[in-house]
């Protein structure tokens, strides 16, 4: 199985500061249609999950634009541009190239 | 607005059966891949099966195969979860999902099942 590394696994935040999240895979995830099937989620405390962004660098519809993603092969990341509070929550990467998809281990961003 | 209501969760014997539920609305449904994804309590994210539009292609995390069946009503817009001879390591939320390769547009509220004597 493709394994997802996520670092790190807790991120203290300043509100209205950035934010970072690296995601690793074990192998590339450009699949051969030539798209990168990298996905991130934000599950906070008691709810589903959210996605964020898909392939990559796409924001799903509603999703801030301080929330933005980037990377390809097999290095990623998220970037938040200023926290705020409703972001804290457990936030994980999952590639959709490989079979069976697979999740990274989860970050926790909680506020300083 | 987009829906999916899963139903089914319960306390269950190890070497029990349940079968999961999830009603979707709201969305073209038999357009979609659907998958289920668990959550063990306190841990993360695991895909444990995927079923394409059609039905017509299964995938399953090794630790469930011959052990659980997706499925699908395209005509009634349902995703069902057959899961038999559970285990402990079974306990979680299980939630349905739309999609596969991104996966997630939209989940549900997640139902808990309990594997334990």
């Known amino acids: 199985d493709v394994v997802m590394t996520q670092s790190p696994l807790s991120l203290p935040v300043t509100l209205g500061q950035p934010a970072s999240i690296s995601c690793r895979s074990s192998?590339?995830?450009?699949?051969?249609?030539?798209?990168?099937?990298l996905s991130w989620f934000l599950q906070r405390p008691g709810q589903s999950p959210r996605r964020l962004i898909y392939?990559?660098?796409n924001r799903d519809s509603g999703v801030p634009d301080r929330f933005s993603g980037s990377g390809s092969g097999t290095d990623f990341t998220l970037k938040i541009s200023r926290v705020e509070a409703e972001d804290v929550g457990f936030y994980y990467c999952?590639?959709?190239?490989?079979?069976?998809?697979?999740f990274g281990q989860g970050t926790k961003v909680e506020v300083k | 607005e987009v829906q999916l209501v899963e139903s089914g969760g319960g306390l269950v014997q190890p070497g029990g059966s349940l079968r999961l539920s999830c009603a979707a609305s709201?969305?073209?449904?038999?357009?979609?891949?659907m998958s289920w994804v668990r959550q063990a309590p306190g841990k993360g994210l695991e895909c444990v099966a995927t079923?394409?539009?059609?039905?017509?292609?299964?995938y399953y995390v090794d630790s469930v195969k011959g052990r659980f069946t997706i499925s699908r009503d395209n005509a009634k817009t349902s995703l069902s979860l057959q899961m038999n001879s559970l285990r402990d390591e079974d306990t979680a939320v299980y939630y349905c999902?739309?999609?596969?390769?991104?996966?997630?547009?939209?989940w549900g509220q997640g139902t808990l099942v309990t594997v334990s004597s």
């Open positions: 192998q590339s995830l450009v699949y051969i249609d030539g798209d990168t099937y």
């Open positions: 999952m590639q959709g190239t490989y079979w069976p998809r697979t």
């Open positions: 999902a739309s999609g596969s390769g991104s996966l997630g547009h939209s």
């Open positions: 392939k990559v660098s």
């Open positions: 709201g969305f073209t449904f038999s357009k979609f891949w």
């Open positions: 079923i394409k539009e059609d039905g017509s292609q299964k």
